[in-house]
Antibody, heavy 118, light 108 residues
Framework: EVQLVESGGGLVKPGGSLRLSCVAS????????MGWVRQAPGKGLEWVGR??????????DYGAPVKGRFTILRDDSKNTVYLQMNSLNTEDTAKYYC?????????WGQGTLVTVSS | EIVLTQSPDTLSLSPGEGASLSCRAS???????LAWFQQRAGQTPRILMY???RRISGIPDRFSGSGSGTDFTLTISTLEPEDFAVYYC?????????FGQGTKVEIK
């Protein structure tokens, strides 16, 4: 059974930083693209970004609202993907989901809540 | 950047009725990279369809997808109680993925 478990969410002040982690099990992590999707309270899904598997170049792409502030990294030896979030603002308040797949988000974690507030 | 616009925002139907959900792209997209997700209240999203019309294993055949170019449709032939949820279309091609704003299918 595939499991994705996110951690690292919490309360952070505007301008602050936070790093989310997502540990995967039940799949061959190095073969998978990994990504992040967020959902603000009562709102729809918003694509944050994704990182390709190393065999496809390991490159990253990001949604416009987070480009230049967020960075996705992967450690295949730990089956873990990270989301480094800098210069956070109140509009980044959301539940952040980790996802993985061969094409898109075939598998999802339960999400971790990030609240940006003073 | 591709924008996906779903319609309607809300669909009020009764169990047993059929549903047709629309997703329109701001420009032509590759139909191989169009997916649909379902999110039930309080739950994590789950993928239903990929490549426009390919059902994920375990998804009932009352769900079907169609479309090409800029217009895509998710059809639910006969609504079951567990189908009342929010549905999102999703484009995952190139370097800029995106989701539609969602269509809520609610019980009338």
């Amino acid at each position: 059974e595939v499991q994705l478990v996110e951690s690292g969410g919490g309360l952070v002040k505007p301008g602050g930083s936070l790093r989310l982690s997502c540990v995967a099990s039940g799949l061959t992590f190095s073969n998978m693209w990994m990504g992040w999707v967020r959902q603000a309270p009562g709102k729809g899904l918003e694509w944050v970004g994704r990182i390709k598997r190393k065999a496809d170049g390991g490159t990253t792409d990001y949604g416009a609202p987070v480009k230049g502030r967020f960075t996705i990294l992967r450690d295949d030896s730990k089956n873990t993907v990270y989301l480094q979030m800098n210069s956070l603002n109140t509009e980044d308040t959301a539940k952040y989901y980790c996802g993985s797949g061969w094409g898109t988000f075939d598998y999802w974690g339960q999400g971790t809540l990030v609240t940006v507030s003073s | 950047e591709i924008v996906l616009t779903q319609s309607p925002d809300t669909l009020s139907l009764s169990p047993g009725e059929g549903a047709s959900l629309s997703c329109r792209a701001s420009q032509n997209v590759d139909s191989r990279n169009l997916a649909w997700f379902q999110q039930r209240a309080g739950q994590t999203p789950r993928i239903l369809m990929y490549g426009t019309s390919r059902r994920i294993s375990g998804i009932p055949d009352r769900f079907s997808g169609s479309g090409s170019g800029t217009d895509f449709t998710l059809t639910i032939s006969t609504l079951e109680p567990e189908d009342f949820a929010v549905y999102y279309c999703h484009y995952y091609g190139g370097s800029s993925w995106t989701f539609g704003q969602g269509t809520k299918v609610e019980i009338k």
